[in-house]
Each structure stands twice: as C-alpha cells, then as structure tokens.
C-alpha cells in the first residue's frame, strides 16, 4: 500500500475540514458585506434626508424667503429704504367697570 | 508482522458507523454550510442591489437638483426649480426612468451616470420664484412666470414657473402645479410685441426714428375697433408710441408692412419656430399663416393678440435688441448644443430701438420698472387672455407682462415676467413692472457691484 493510499482517509478528512472552513469564512463575509450594505443604504437615506434639511435653512429658496421675512431687501434698494426702529405700542386700554348695577330678584 | 485482528461480528457494525461519521460528516456539514449562506444574514437592500445609476442635476453654481439612484432618487432642493427637473420613477415601455421634466428630456443621459450641470443659478432661481409667489399671493392671480437670460450666450439663468410642487412628493402634487410654465405656457402676449414691429420697419428702411405717426384714440380695421388706453396727443413719435403703447400708431406703423413681411419679420425674431433647445420641453408659439389674414388679423397681430408665445420665446426675442441684432439660441444645459447665432437687425437698429425702450420706461410711470440706479429699457404688455371653451376673450381676464434688459446702454441680462390673471389689479404697470425691478434688483444684488457704477462693471462681476 503506497504511502497516499495510506493517509488518503486523513486527507480526505482534511479537506473536508478545510471545505467547512470556507465555507464558514464564506458565510462571515456574507453577512458583513450584507450589513454593510444595508449600512449604505442607511447613509444615503439619512444624507438625502440631512441634505433636505439642510436646504430648508440655507437653501438659496429658504435664505430667500428668511431674508424677505426679516425685512431685508436687495442692496440697489437699500437707497429707498427708511430704516425705523420699532415703535413702542400703547398700553392696553384697560376695561371700563361697568357703569350699571345688575340686580337679580328670586322669586319665592 | 502485522497480525491481523477481525473485529467480532457484534463490532462491525459500529465500525462502519464510525467510518460514516469520520467520512462523510463533515461532508455534509461543508455542503450544509454554503447552502445555508443567507440563513439569519440581513437581507440584501433591493434598491442598492438592483440600482440602476443615474446622474445628478446641479445648478450652474453648485446646488444639487436631483441626486440618487433610479429606486432613491433625491431632489435635496424641494420647490426650488422643482417644475423645470421632473422627476424619475419606474421604467416606462420607451426605456426611460424619467417621467416628467428633466427628469424625462435628460434621460438618456442621466442613466449613463452623466452629471448634467445647468446654466441655472439657484440663488437667481430662488428669487425669482420666492417674488412670484408673493405676486400670485398678492394679487389673487392664477400662475405667474419669469425667464432671465444671459446677453450673449443664450444661458438661461432662471426659468421660474408658479405654482411649483415638490418633485419628492410628485405622488401628492397637483398636476396643474407641475406645468413648467416658463417654457411652455403659450399666451397671447399684447404691446410687449411692439418694439419688433418698429425695429422691422426700421431694419427695413419703412421708417425713420424722428418720424411722428398718427395716433387716434380709436381706430377702426376692418369690423373691429382698436382703442388706446393711456391719454395722449392725436400725433406722436415713434418713441411716444411705444411709451404710450399706442395702439393705432402701431396699426398705422404696421400697415406699412405686408402681411407676409410681418410674418417673415416676427418668424426671424423666433416666433412661432421651434427653439433649437432638447434639453427641456418647450412650445413653439403660434403665428399662423399670412395668406390667411384679414386686414383686422394683421392688425391684431401688430399689438400682440392673435399671436401666441412664451416666456423663453419672449426673452430670446428681446435678447436679439440687447445683443446688437444678433439672435442667439437660448440653452439650459451648459455643454448643450445651440445652432450658430444669426443676425436680425443691425446694432444701429438694435441700439436705436433699446433706446426707445430706455425712454418708455424713463419717460412714464414705468420708472417703477427700473432698479434705481441702473438704466432699464423694456416695455409692458396688458393682453386679453383666450378662452377656448368660452370661445373667444373673456372681460376682466389679462396676461400682464414686462419684457426688459438692463443696463439699458451696454444690456447683460434679458428678463420677462408674466403675471397671468392677476384679479386684484390688472395693470402690467401695477403688476409687472413692480415685479420685473424687484427681480431685477435681486439679480443686480447678486452682481456685488454698486448700482451706479458703469454698465461694464455691472456685468464685468457675476
């Protein structure tokens, strides 16, 4: 019997160990490479959303209409802006007692 | 030498077993091992495993439009130009991903993963739409649009359409407000026609600048009467015709053409005619044919009803004046390709008509027009509006233009604005001219540079 004959049931089992082996690496990297895509797409969703919002602050529509909001205007019109200061408003007008006297008669 | 030991028989059986186990277990807890790959992993992200790439739309100075795969297409940017990009969804029978807008004439392209980069500038854009929806607000109207081109290259720097919807809620948004407008919407668009009548005579050798027409309040044509709306002397120049936007003096300009010649004088200014532009749905207009006109159409024709534009139309023709004569095709998209521009009248003809529309607006009400301290020429338009199911114009329903360019003696942006059935007020004067300086104003803003300083310094930053 030839010395592979002899080992051949030992190499046998080897291989099959080393099969497993890649097989459980195999499964390893699957499932990293799966998380990570789902990671991915995670991130992209929340930059598409981070994007979104970012736009509503300082998009160039949002700073447009916050600058209209906030009384600015463009500077060729600066000229013929009055700059005023607010005002002060007038005290409350406070309610006047009234000037009659309600009786309620119970009948009995 | 070996002895050989036969098992005894009530061992054998376990020795075979044993031989099974070392043998062929691991066997099948290899096989086991990759058939059972997907058993407890996460499942796999559809839209990234089956994505299908798609190019972004950016703006001229940067802002992302549209972003994303076809499965998790973004518009980061909302509103802002949402009618003019569109959007994508699922793939349609001719191969394309887009559905509406840019989304749909950029297709092609998009999906080869192609960047496309606009001539639009956001900030401009932004502007513009933010000061239409305070006018449609305002004045109660039904849409309100405004187109600003580049003198000289054909850019299109803001193509702004209200109403407009978000592109990342298209599901939810109204139809009506998913019109691009600005390209699109064909409308009869009144005395804003003039000045290319007065240049074609003019161009033509038909009339002189210092000439006085005559100008009666009413004038009949055929079974209609024209009548002029603003107050004024029973003869005026040419100037003053377009300053009062007179209508009989237009008439009487206009009967020195031949109807043909009016036709081929307004085709040359590009209406009617297809724009060279595909990277954006647009309409062509309507000029019909000449042979057909009566005498009142011709007339009609002259002060801009019976014709039909739009916004970029309007524009690419006003921009022919700021831009010594020559007629320059407007684009969209920054590497586009445009046809070669082609002259229509010559610069002294050109400068002359740019300077009577510095005098319409210098000389009128229309001062309300102009940012201060940078000369505006330009001119309104009041058109009555057609009712297809009404069959014909129906009262109290206007188009109110201002179509313009400034600065008035060395031109670097054209822009028009439409408020379309304002209700509230309905003068191009009130409506238009307002909204066309605060516009204006803004783009000036955006330029840095002091209002007063020269027209080269006004266009030498941006």
């Known amino acids: 019997m030839s010395p592979l004959a002899r080992n051949a049931a030992a190499l046998y089992v080897a291989a099959l160990l080393l099969l497993a082996g890649l097989g459980a690496t195999s499964q390893l990297r699957y499932r990293t490479q799966a998380g990570l895509l ?14 979104s919002a970012a736009a509503s602050v300082n998009g160039p529509l949002a700073v447009t209409n916050w600058a209209r909001r906030a009384g600015m205007v463009p500077a060729p019109d600066a000229p013929n ?17 009234n000037p009659w006297l309600e009786v309620q008669t119970v009948w009995r | 030498m070996a ?41 796999w992200p559809a839209d990234l495993v089956d994505a299908v790439p798609r190019g972004r739309i950016v703006t001229a100075d ?32 001719d191969g394309r991903y887009g559905l509406e807008g840019l989304e749909h004439t950029l297709d092609t392209r998009l999906q080869t993963g192609d960047h496309v980069t606009l001539t639009l500038n956001a900030t401009l854009q932004a502007a513009a739409e933010s000061r239409l929806a305070e006018a449609v607000a305002s004045y109660e109207a039904r849409a309100a649009t405004a187109v600003v ?22 599901r939810t948004a109204d139809v009506a407000s998913m019109r691009n407008r600005a390209l699109v919407q064909q409308y009869e668009p009144g005395s804003v026609m003039k000045p290319f009548l007065v240049a074609g005579l003019l161009e033509s050798g038909r009339l002189a600048p210092d000439e006085t027409v005559e100008t009666p309040m009413t004038l009949r044509v055929g079974h209609k009467t024209f009548r002029d709306v603003a107050q004024h ?28 010649e009016m036709h081929a004088w307004l085709a040359a200014f590009g209406f009617g005619q297809e724009l060279a532009m595909r990277s954006a749905f647009t309409a062509r207009g309507s000029l019909t044919d000449p042979a057909r006109w009566v005498p009142q159409d011709h007339a009609t ?27 320059v095709a407007p684009r969209l998209v920054e590497d586009e390709w445009t046809p070669d521009p082609y002259r229509v009248l010559s610069p002294e003809t050109a400068m002359a008509v740019r300077s009577m529309l510095q005098h319409t607006v210098e000389s009128s009400s229309l001062r309300s027009s102009a940012v201060p301290g940078v000369p505006t020429a330009g001119k309104t338009g009041t058109a009555d509006v057609y009712d297809a199911a009404a069959g014909g114009y129906v009262a109290g ?18 822009m028009v604005v439409t408020v379309h059935e304002p209700t509230t007020v309905t003068s191009s004067t009130l409506v238009a001219a307002p909204l066309f300086r605060e516009i204006a104003s803004e783009v000036v803003a955006h330029w840095a540079v002091a209002p007063d300083a020269p027209a080269w310094a006004l266009g030498a930053v941006r």
Request: charged share 15%; hydrophobic share 45%; net charge negative.
């Open chain 1, 38 to 51: 789902v990671d991915k797409e995670q991130a992209i969703v929340a930059l598409a959303t981070a994007r």
């Open chain 1, 81 to 97: 802006v009055e700059a005023a200061a607010a005002g002060l408003t007038p005290p409350a007008v406070p309610t006047p007692p």
């Open chain 2, 3 to 43: 002895v050989k030991h036969d098992a005894p028989p009530e061992l054998r059986l376990h020795r075979g077993a044993l031989i099974a186990i070392v043998a062929v277990m691991p066997l099948v807890f290899a096989l086991w091992g990759f058939a059972s790959q997907q058993r407890g992993a996460p499942a």
């Open chain 2, 62 to 93: 940067g802002q992302v439009l549209a972003d994303g795969p076809v499965d998790a297409r973004r518009y980061p940017q909302g509103e802002l130009a949402g009618s003019l990009v569109g959007f994508s969804g699922a793939i349609q029978p």
């Open chain 2, 149 to 170: 081109l580049e003198v000289g290259s054909g850019r299109i720097l803001a193509a702004a359409s209200w109403p407009t919807y978000d592109p990342n809620d298209w």
């Open chain 2, 233 to 260: 002397d029973p003869v005026l120049t040419v100037p003053d015709v377009l300053r009062y936007s007179s209508n009989s003096g237009t008439i009487n300009l206009a009967s020195r053409f031949e109807s043909a």
């Open chain 2, 301 to 327: 024709i002259a002060i801009g009803q019976g014709i039909a534009t739009t916004n970029l139309q309007l524009a690419a023709a006003y921009a022919v004046l700021a831009q010594d004569g020559l007629y």
């Open chain 2, 397 to 414: 329903r206007y188009a109110v233009s201002f179509a313009g360019m400034f600065p008035a003696e060395r031109p670097e942006v054209v």
